[in-house]
């Protein structure tokens, strides 16, 4: 289904940029600009000032590409069996056919750093290969670096697409409904997060509206808990134990759109010290989400949940900003809008983020509640609407 509220988006966004087009290769660009996610990694979508759409596609992926809105569908072989080539290579063809729609023009690429979220096993990269076979394919254009823009298109969700991230919402409470029932003492780290991955497989299974889902799912419990707030989560082979913090975090994503999540459970009921910490995370978490509307800062949310964690006694153990944007991304600390200290971000109707406070306390364990909060026209709507209080949290 055609997404003209993004395409009126990215028209504007060329004119502001002063561009002629705008190059998207890695997969959440091509699916901002098409409505079709790539597998693979080989595609390119191709945005033009007067609102039409472009799309280089691998042979294999036309069936995917027609679910996009594309106005034109150019098909090619990355790896063909009549030489050995590379797929930029093998670009230069379907590129050189759009002839005057590109030469002479200013042409938006990506071109710094960034994160993509994983699509497949593994995921072809163009890196500056994409920028010579553009070079060769029109050489009198001008090809500008867009990064920003894309980044900016990507922190404002359509109707549309907020839908698509509801639905990867609800299989997520799905699994976590289903996977809390698995947690005992006796179980692994690694079969506890199994445990909560099948459960989002079964649920995805009932799913018909959603074509493609990917679900990562970690646990860390005990100690290991603690260690929740570095870059990335490790299930480990330690078994779970009686008493223990279990922290579960999760990105799944339905058809391309992602969500961070994660619910911290206690097995056992909670001492006066683990009381507190979950006190403590939630009632920071309340505070940032009362804070959400249209026009703050970033920084203003951060402020609002690390002040309360501070003023608790916390403060030294919340050891990461508050939250970051979500949605056509997943674990990258520079989506739009940042919820930082020091983040000028302005957060607007249609942002979507996640609110994730946390202690962390080195030795003993971690507590972290992180939810999805979608910012309307007068506040916000939390898309991970479950398992929302700490009595539920208690096994």
């Known amino acids: 289904m055609t997404d003209r509220n993004r395409i009126a ?16 290769s ?46 034109h569908v150019h098909m090619f072989k990355p790896a063909p069996l009549d030489q050995i080539t590379s797929a930029s290579e093998q670009l230069l063809e379907p590129l050189r056919s759009m002839g005057k729609k590109l030469e002479g023009n200013e042409i938006g690429i990506e071109y710094g750093e960034d994160t993509e979220p994983s699509t497949y096993a593994a995921m072809h990269l163009y890196q500056d290969s994409l920028r010579d076979a553009l ?16 980044r900016s298109l990507r922190s404002v969700k359509t109707e549309g697409e907020i839908e698509r ?58 100690k290991n808990s603690a260690l929740a707030h570095g870059a990335y989560a490790r299930s480990r082979p330690k078994k779970i134990e009686a008493g223990d913090l279990v922290l579960v975090h999760c990105n799944t994503c339905a058809d391309g759109y992602w969500t961070d999540i994660t619910r911290t459970f206690s097995l056992g009921h909670p001492d006066d010290k683990r ?28 402020r609002a949940a690390r002040r309360v964690v501070e003023d608790l006694g916390f403060g ?26 020091k983040s000028d971000d302005i957060v607007e109707p249609g942002s979507v983020f996640n609110v994730e406070p946390a202690i962390y306390i080195e030795g003993y364990g971690g507590i972290r509640q992180c939810d999805m909060a979608y910012v309307t026209e007068k506040g916000y709507e939390r898309l991970s609407d479950f398992l929302t209080n700490p009595k539920d949290l208690f096994l």
Not at 9 to 24: E, Q, S, W
Not at 295 to 300: A, K, M, Q
């Open 316 to 341: 030294k153990e919340f050891k990461h900003s508050t939250g970051h944007g979500i949605g056509f991304g997943a674990i990258s600390p520079d989506a739009l809008p940042r919820l930082h200290p």
């Open 26 to 71: 890695l997969p959440k660009n091509v699916l901002l600009l098409s409505g079709y996610w790539p597998v693979v990694g080989t595609s390119l979508a191709i945005a033009l000032a007067d609102g039409s759409i472009e799309l280089i596609v691998p042979e294999d992926e036309q069936e995917l590409a027609k679910q996009g809105w594309a106005d």
């Open 275 to 302: 009381n507190k910490m979950y006190a403590a995370v939630f009632a920071a978490r309340e505070a940032a989400l009362q804070a959400i509307s249209p026009g703050r800062r970033g920084s203003e949310i951060d």
């Open 165 to 222: 991230i509801r639905n990867a919402c609800a299989l997520t409470r799905e699994a976590f409904e289903q996977g809390i029932k698995t947690l005992r003492p006796g179980i692994t780290e690694l079969e506890a997060a199994e445990a909560f991955r099948s459960a989002f497989t079964a649920a995805q299974a009932r799913a018909s509206l959603i074509n493609r889902a990917e679900a990562f799912f970690w646990a860390m419990s005990g």
């Open 135 to 150: 070079a060769k394919a029109f050489p009198k254009a001008k090809l500008k670096p867009a990064d920003e823009v894309l």
């Open 9 to 24: 988006r990215i028209r504007k966004a060329l004119t502001d940029a002063k561009l002629d087009a705008l190059v998207g």
